[in-house]
């Protein structure tokens, strides 16, 4: 039996009553679980089952060497955060799918790991743009940030400001944004308003769907706008 920290970044039922849940964890980043009954009747733990929260799983060993690694049991973690209300939620929901795309293939797992848990203790004090500052600490964290100069204009195809538009998205006061947080030594304390908070999230999934290969924008990022109309 082996035992792990790791946050859930997504799950799918499997079958009547299995399911499979991708996690991150500081040890070995990215892997995938099967957890059998856990939609059980009898079986309370599928209230763990949320997007971002801390677990604590132990692990079975694979017989044969095929096929996922089966949890025998889970538990939350000491430390871990219960979040509440529909903004907030809402919040973890893009985050985690935004986590599942861009984690698969991440080397860097402690650190990573540290961001979320920085991340999770700004939205639990209600920073409302802390996952705008997230996603930035992670571009930098995978070394894809643009380079920071004194040009007007964000070119989001060559990761480099110029003095001429590239595209429409990216105008002068979403290059402005941009330019901040790289600066910026706490990413936390940038507050952004509302219509901006929005147009910067659309800018951040398109230089991500460029310099991200098979990025795709995810299914509640449309959830997580409309929270904001």
């Known amino acids: 039996m082996k035992t792990q920290t790791c946050f859930l970044l997504s799950y799918v039922k499997y079958g009547d009553n299995g399911a499979v849940l991708n996690c991150f964890s500081q040890d070995q980043g990215f892997q995938s679980f099967f957890a059998s009954n856990i939609y059980s009747t009898k079986n309370k733990k599928k209230s763990y089952l949320f997007p971002l929260h801390e677990i604590l799983i132990t692990v079975s060993p694979k017989k044969g060497g095929a096929g996922l690694q089966n949890i025998s ?17 809402s919040i973890l929901f893009f985050v985690a799918d935004f986590l599942f795309q861009v984690l698969r293939e991440e080397q860097n797992y402690a650190k990573i790991y540290e961001e979320i848990k920085i991340f999770l203790e700004h939205l639990y004090s209600e920073n409302m743009d802390s996952y705008i500052a997230f996603i930035f600490k992670i571009l930098e964290k995978q070394g894809i940030s643009p380079l920071l100069s004194d040009e ?9 400001f110029s003095s001429q538009k590239s595209l ?8 402005a944004v941009w330019r901040n947080y790289l600066a910026a030594s706490d990413l936390y ?10 147009r910067v999230l659309d800018s951040l999934m398109s230089y991500y769907g460029i ?9 509640s990022l449309a959830v997580i706008q409309q929270i904001y109309d």
């Open 189 to 198: 304390s940038l507050k952004l308003k509302r219509n901006v908070r929005k």
């Open 73 to 89: 049991n889970i538990e939350p973690a000491n430390n871990s955060i219960e979040f509440e209300g529909v903004k907030i939620n």
């Open 152 to 160: 007007v204009f964000l070119n989001p195809e060559s990761g480099n």
């Open 168 to 175: 429409q998205l990216f105008d002068e006061e979403i290059s």
């Open 211 to 219: 310099h991200f290969h098979g990025f795709r924008e995810p299914m």
